[in-house]
């Protein structure tokens, strides 16, 4: 079963816009990631927060955890056209890596 | 390192065929994973494995499905006999600790 749900399904902005997606979860967690999928590709680890981190920044990525709500949201800041990608989060526990389904992100030049 | 390798790349079968598809690990990596990725259920969760062996299983949709990790190095998952529901792309991913480092997958079509 799905452990992580991502929020939007979709979202579509201009160019320098900042995305925002959230992920909720369903059960305890040691840490949440957040990776990027570019159409026919694999996925590629972006930021991982582990569950006793409130918020993490990478570049013009920043991610925030509430574990009391368990849920996460991923803040791309200035967005550009190469951002346009699925972003997922996964939930980590001992040994699982489970993924949402994903938030499809369009940056419109 | 070249990263995680899976082969095929593509594979198109006809329903009944046995289809097996092809992982190679990040040398040093404990933990290798395989996903089925669909439009209509996303990026499932097949089974799992730590230090070749296999903890859980679970997400294997049928028997008609089965994983082997003989050695740290390689890593098998068969589908006999495949139908075109089991049409889908297939990551293998492997990891340390923390972050998983996937391959570019596997698209199977049976027909």
């Known amino acids: 079963s799905q452990q992580g749900e991502e929020d939007p399904q979709a979202l579509s902005i201009q160019e320098g816009e900042n995305a925002t997606m959230n992920c909720s979860y369903k059960t305890s967690i040691n840490n949440l990631q957040w990776y990027r999928q570019n159409s026919g590709r694999g996925l590629v680890h972006l930021i991982l927060?582990?569950?006793?981190?409130r918020e993490k920044h990478s570049g013009r990525l920043r991610v925030t955890l509430d574990t009391s709500k368990k849920s996460s949201s991923l803040l791309i800041t200035a967005s550009r056209a190469a951002d346009t990608a699925s972003y997922f989060c996964a939930t980590a526990g001992s040994y699982q890596l489970t993924f949402g389904k994903g938030t499809k992100l369009s940056v419109i030049p | 390192d070249a990263g995680v390798i899976q082969s095929p790349r593509h594979e198109v079968t006809e329903m009944g065929q046995e289809v097996t598809l092809r992982c190679k690990p990040i040398?040093?990596?404990?933990?290798l994973f395989w996903y089925r990725q669909t439009m209509m259920r996303g990026l499932e969760l097949l089974i799992y494995f730590n230090n070749n062996v296999p903890i859980d299983d679970s997400g294997m949709p049928e028997d008609r499905f089965s994983a082997k990790m003989p050695n740290a190095s390689f890593s098998t998952l068969k589908i006999q006999p495949s139908e075109p529901r089991d049409s889908a792309v297939y990551f293998c991913?492997?990891?340390?600790?923390?972050?998983?480092?996937f391959g570019q997958g596997t698209r199977l079509t049976v027909v």
């Open positions: 927060i582990r569950s006793n981190e």
């Open positions: 991913a492997s990891r340390t600790t923390d972050e998983a480092f």
């Open positions: 040398s040093g990596h404990n933990s």
